[in-house]
């Protein structure tokens, strides 16, 4: 392990992070805010960035693997702490701080906070930048910039996005990250100016931007977006959460190379598919139930099921207060998660397509013992060592999701509770149900859950083999 | 014309020898056997390397055609790309090379003129393709196709309880575009006029426009083949199968090795691909061979074809097919049991003699055995037939005049077809009276 390689490349990501603290410097300012708070925290960052970066040179002959996978999991640990300095400066306890942090940086959009209209708008706004941020990737952001990291750049990525199937839009890692984020902030304006002229402000506009196109769910209001009770706004948020729940990859290829590229994605569809039944039945579910009529009914489904499903965790409306059943299928809907290459979290589309597949599979060899059938994925074949990889994925997912929620239990909450944040922060969703629905928060567990919680969110977000690899005896040994 | 043929072996011995009492021929081949076998025959015989420039430069002064058949796929293809070098004034020469690897063929014959040949045969899909054309016809036990399949010529089997049975040819109400060429009865074969007889237990072929023989097959009763099991996922196989996606059959492949299998699997969309031996006993009886309607058997070991197709029939299958390279097998395995062999040689020699119709190539081709011949004659200013009707000329008995191509087309030709100068006439004849057919043609 070249630990000098490691401090090295984590120095730079916070010399950018610190540069971005900026950005929120100045909107608190334009506000008439006092820029004390960040510029501290800028001050920090910048220096700590200087120590760590202060031995390099990176040599790139000594990058194996290994140094990729601890740039990648520690680089958004030091994000998010150091991302946490603003939240301390402002009276949070640095659990809290972290725990945001967090939860901003891995799009989770679970929240402590207990009054947060209290706070100041550049905090809110840094809170809101941390998920926009973190949604395409932090390290994606930084391979997009940094020149040259070569063989370096391509490991980082696979660590940073690994869906099982490379979406290589060029050669060159550099220009694919350039491109991914390029389209990002493209949609990003398209929903910024569609929310403006919808009749928000400006700064709920981008704040709000921030939130869907990372599939956050961090709103500045505690009420969150039922707070506007607006019809338009939710349709258009509901339109870009779709689109950020897709694949970005697919959405740069419409535009450029094939129109009907998203249309042909086998993936796309079924995720689109999911998306039909789940709010069909959860219309039906709620309407049943006279919770709303069947026009209100549809609406707060529709917005819901995406919301969830994609791991924004917005609500429309305080679904912990919805019947059973309904409440039943979303947490079920949380397991899903968004299609590989987009900024939603969860398990994603694709593993869970394949899974499917997999197992019509074996099915079909119990009656004919000697069959080889193909486990197509777009029409291309799926080797055998991805569909193991996504096996084993889903079985450390779940016994992550059992051990945590186990866990939670034994700190006093109820099942449900439990079961619903173990999986809120695993799957970077953000609210659950019970004692941590939309409209209460996590303030009430204790430091230990805060921690596990935090934990979950870093393992979820970066789909976990990069940092469960680190726990593995093979990693440290020479 | 001048043919040079480079590769002697059992292909290019048997296309030297239905042509070289037409045409000068040349064979170039290494391996000194081969060549003292052709040099019985009336050719000029060069041994050395098809594919060297210094014997090509000397053979191919006013050559018109070359066709390189030996085994080897890139001494084919050098040979070709380099004489159409060394030719490059000549606009009327034309090169013809046999090709297996699927990476550089994916039809039974494909042009390839931008590289300088002009076509390509794959002696395994020809071969594969001969199967499905039989299997695609349900009735019928043969099946050959002319000019990119446009003209169709297929053998059928009379059965007892059919109604064509003590019937005369004239009034068996064939369509327009079809006509029956010639009669096996036992080891008899009977060029038939209209007022010939049709016995039960006949084999009739019948020759006609593509659109027409799908009807043919009803007036023979059906047998419905619709399950097939493809025993070997090699070329042949695996081609077959692609073929036979497309009409509504089921199809099972069993292949040994593991990571063909798998190929296999993902080329193929609706067949249920079978990691597994063909002789496995236990497999074949889970996966039902008895029920099978045909069971084909392509793995390139002979006496492995043979013994599972033998098995398939012993556990109930209606009827199997059997790949044999070996070009003697074929008759053997035809007394043993199999339904129809097979020979991949036998699918490339008939392919290669086929594209030489209508070129003014006077080719032969063989049916069963040497029995009878299909022979192509080119019609000229002073022939006796010229300008004539069909009806009113006077072809020998045992002969039939059964296609026609011309400039632009091919066609059955009936009684008031006129036959016009520069009409290339294929003849179906037994062989005896060949020279009186000819002097037609003088």
Redesign the interface.
Known sequence: MNFKVVMGVLGTLLWLLGLLMLIPLFVGMYYGESPQTFAIAFTITMIAGTVFAFRIEPAKEDWELKESFMIVAFGWLAAAIFGAIPFVLEGMTPINAFFESMSGFTTTGATVMVNIESHSRGLLFWRSMTQWLGGMGIIMLFIAILPKLGVAGRQMFRAEVPGPQEDKLRPRIRETAKILWMVYVAISVVECVALYLAGLNLYDSVTHTFTTMACGGFSPYAAGIAAFDNPVVEGIICFFIFLAGANFALHYRMFYVDKGSLLKDDEFKFYTLIIVIATTILTLLLFKDRIYDLGNSFRYSVFQVLSILTSTGYASADFNQWPDSGRMLLFIVMFFGGCAGSTGGGIKIVRILLLLRYANRELFKAV???????IRFNGK?VPDDVMHSIVSFVIIYFIIFFVSSGLLSMMGMDVFSSLSASIATLGNIGPAFNLFGPMANYDLLPFMGKLLLVLNMWIGRLEVFTVMVMLTFAFWKK | MKIVIIGAGEVGYHIAKSLYLENDIVVIDEDEDACQRADELDVQVIKGNGANATILEKVLIDADLLLALTGDDEINIVACMATKLIKQSSNTFKTMARVSNPDYIDRPIAKRTQVGIDVMICPELALASEIADILSIPSAIDSESFDDGKIKMMEFVVKEDSHLVDKHIRDIGLFDCCIVSALFRGSQIIIPHGDDIIRAEDHVVIIGEKSAMKDISSFFGKIKKNTAMIIGGGIVGLYLAQLLETTDMKIKII?KDRYR??M???TLKKT?????DGTDLS?LK??GVGEMDVVISVTDNDEKNLLCSLLAKQMGTKKVIVRADHFDYVPLFEMVGVDRAVSPREATINEVLKLTMGTGIEALTTIEGDKAEIVEYTVSKKSKINDKLLKNVNFPEGSIASMVINDNSTIVPRGNYKVKEGDHILVFSIPSVLPDVEKLFK
């Open positions: 004919h013992p000697k069959a080889v059938r193909i074949a | 292949e299998s798998e296999v699997a993902d249920l691909v079978l990691w597994g497999l889970e996966e």
